[in-house]
């Protein structure tokens, strides 16, 4: 979510490990200093003091905002030697590998056709003419070819002879013909690309971003502002996305993120990720599954408008987690009907929460629900981390989170809350 603003700073909830971050042995409120975060739970648990001493495989959940959640998140252990020449290295070994060719099955499949049949006929004909073998390669390969000089003639009086000549001038036609389809199907796929404005793509470490739609845009926004490196793919591309790609200095594709050749362009087995947003679900899921055959590793975001579907396709296709836009919607939509504010739900540590913005008034302190938990404040239009609500001044905006829990009667606890507000 991004608060205080619609196009403030992108806030999100993570998961981090106190080791892999550089808190084990800190305390709760040393932690949230040192990586300038929120800490909700740990290891489960969301009632703790704040000079609570984090072990080292302590499980922690964090709110804050989605750059700083990447510099707190795991690096993986720095190479021994120059990182310069270790970089340089693997630049070097990474673009060797790029440019080394990947056959064609099909190719290959008639290359071995015709490799065999030219074998068992010079073995046979060479028996025929009772000759070398040069005059049976010439034979095999003039009948292959419908060349036929004539020059060299099987026996008509041997019908062995005419039998083997014709099944080789017919295996010849077949894979010769074949040889010419294929090669044409090379050469109007070279031209449909190259006609679509399609081109390979040579980065690493981007996110290919496939639809750029309402919601694509957004999403290319937001990926921009965190200083990603971007792929999209758009089958229709507007003006404005075309300029965008010219000034903002990322890969627009003309094509169809479905097909095979379109994503073979995306370099996805370098990808940091994929998100697919297309308006049509299935071609979302066509997509993702064509990314996964390519790198069966590497994160997918889909967007799916049904959450039955969704739930779905995350338990016939193993994806982790997958949300519906109803899904993400839905929540704030119930929220606002009991509490003013409301920016949606959150799970973690077993329970649910309710996310929602509360201003505080100018004559009095804050009014806030029972059991509210503080996240973020905004003084100004500015975005800080928050622990405190006594830290809160007159017309501050503040960000809280407030447990759900059901009731006999069938109210909620953010309801039960917004009826008996504490400060």
Known sequence: MQFPEPDGPLTGFA??????????????????????????????????????????????????????????????????????????????????????????????????????VLVLGTWYFHAVFKGGWLDAVYFVVATMTTTGYGDLTPDRSHPAEIVSAMALMLAGTIITGLFIAFGASLLTRVH????????????????????????????IDLLLALGKHLVVVEISPDTAIVERAREQRFDLLTGDASRDATLDLCNLRAAHGLIAVTNVDTLNLEIALGARARNPTMPIVLRIAEASFAASIARHFEFETTYSAAALAAPAFVGLSH??????RVAFAGREFAVSEVVVAEDGPPVVPRDAILLAASRQGGFAIAGDFAELGPCDRALIIVPVVQFPEGEDALAAAAESPSA
């Open 192 to 219: 449909w690309v190259r006609m679509q404005g399609l081109r390979p793509v040579h980065r690493r470490g981007h996110i290919v971003v496939c639809g750029a739609g309402s919601i694509g845009s957004e999403v």
């Open 15 to 116: 998961t981090r490990t106190a080791a892999s971050c550089g808190v084990g042995g800190e305390t709760v409120a040393g932690a949230e200093r040192t990586l300038g975060v929120r800490v909700l739970a740990v290891d489960g648990k969301t009632e703790f003091a704040r000079d609570t001493i984090l072990a080292g495989q302590a499980e922690m959940v964090v709110y804050g905002d989605v750059a700083g959640l990447q510099s707190s998140a795991p690096r993986r252990p720095a190479t021994r030697g120059h990182p310069a020449l270790g970089r340089r290295l693997s630049s070097l070994l990474h673009r060797g590998r790029r440019q080394s060719p990947r056959l064609n099955p099909i190719l290959v499949r008639l290359a071995l056709a015709a490799l065999i």
């Open 339 to 344: 509490l003013p504010g409301s920016r949606g």
